[in-house]
Nanobody, 124 residues
Framework: QVQLVESGGGLVQAGGSHRLSCAAS????????MGWFRQAPGKERELVAA????????YYADSVKGRFTISRDTAKNTVALQMNSLKPEDTAVYYC?????????????????WGQGTQVTVSP
C-alpha cells in the first residue's frame, strides 16, 4: 500500500518562492509515476506537474511552465515541487499523487494513491 504525505504548505507573498515535498512509502519511486495536483475553491482539481516513473518524462501545465519544477529524490523516496514567481492565482490545496502506470499520466483517474493535501496561499 502506497502512502503519501505532503509537507511545506503555507503563506507566501506574490513573486516569492516555495517548496512542497511529498514522502512516499510502501513502494519505491522507480515504480511510481508522480504528480502534483491543485484545487482552488470552486474549481476543479488540475494537474500541475508530473513525472514518469522512469523519471525521464515530465509534464507541466501551461499556467506554471517556467515557474514550477518537479523533482525526485530516489534515495529519500520523495518528490518535490519547487514553485517560483508565485501568483495569487496559484493559491490552492496542493495534492501529491502516485500512479502505477508505465507512462506519464495526465488525468486524475490514472492516479491511485493520494496525499492528504497541503494549503498554499499566495498573498498579493
Amino acid at each position: 500500500q502506497v502512502q503519501l504525505v505532503e509537507s511545506g504548505g503555507g503563506l507566501v507573498q506574490a513573486g516569492g518562492s516555495h517548496r512542497l515535498s511529498c514522502a512516499a512509502s510502501g513502494r519505491t519511486l522507480s515504480s511510481l509515476g508522480m504528480g502534483w495536483f491543485r484545487q482552488a475553491p470552486g474549481k476543479e482539481r488540475e494537474l500541475v506537474a508530473a513525472v514518469s516513473r522512469s523519471g525521464g518524462t515530465t509534464y507541466y501545465a501551461d499556467s506554471v511552465k517556467g515557474r514550477f519544477t518537479i523533482s525526485r529524490d530516489t534515495a529519500k523516496n520523495t518528490v518535490a515541487l519547487q514553485m517560483n514567481s508565485l501568483k495569487p492565482e496559484d493559491t490552492a490545496v496542493y495534492y501529491c499523487a502516485a500512479s502505477l502506470a508505465t507512462l506519464i499520466c495526465y488525468d486524475a483517474t490514472c492516479y491511485s494513491h493520494w496525499g492528504q493535501g497541503t494549503q498554499v496561499t499566495v498573498s498579493p
